[in-house]
Nanobody, 122 residues
Framework: QVQLMESGGGLVQAGGSLRLSCAAS????????MAWGRQAPGKQRELLAV???????NYADSVKGRFTISRDNAKNTVYLQMNSLKPEDTAVYYC????????????????WGQGTQVTVSS
């Protein structure tokens, strides 16, 4: 089994910063793309940022220039540095990983974490 555990959420004032972390553990050979998404109440989940194993990144327009995704392959961990936070950034934030398992199974498995709440007050 594979688990993704997010941390770092909380309550912050508008204009503030938070850094989210997500560590993958379990039956892992390697991790390809990793990503962060979020879901606000009554809205669909939104993909925010993606990072490849080679550190190539892409961002949604809503967070470009404010959020930075990074990863530590040795620790199977992905980070999301969030700056200049706005009340509309309030949501549950989820990490995502595309995982290759050990052995002869060459399929890529897509996992999501349980989420961490981020609340930005005005």
């Amino acid at each position: 089994q594979v688990q993704l555990m997010e941390s770092g959420g909380g309550l912050v004032q508008a204009g503030g910063s938070l850094r989210l972390s997500c560590a993958a553990s379990g039956s892992i050979h390697s991790i390809n793309d990793m990503a962060w998404g979020r879901q606000a109440p009554g809205k669909q989940r939104e993909l925010l940022a993606v990072i490849t194993r080679a550190d190539s990144t892409n961002y949604a327009d809503s967070v470009k220039g404010r959020f930075t995704i990074s990863r530590d392959n040795a620790k199977n961990t992905v980070y999301l540095q969030m700056n200049s936070l706005k009340p509309e950034d309030t949501a549950v934030y989820y990490c995502n990983a595309h995982i290759m398992k050990p052995g002869l199974d060459m399929r890529e498995y897509d996992y999501w974490g349980q989420g961490t709440q981020v609340t930005v007050s005005s």
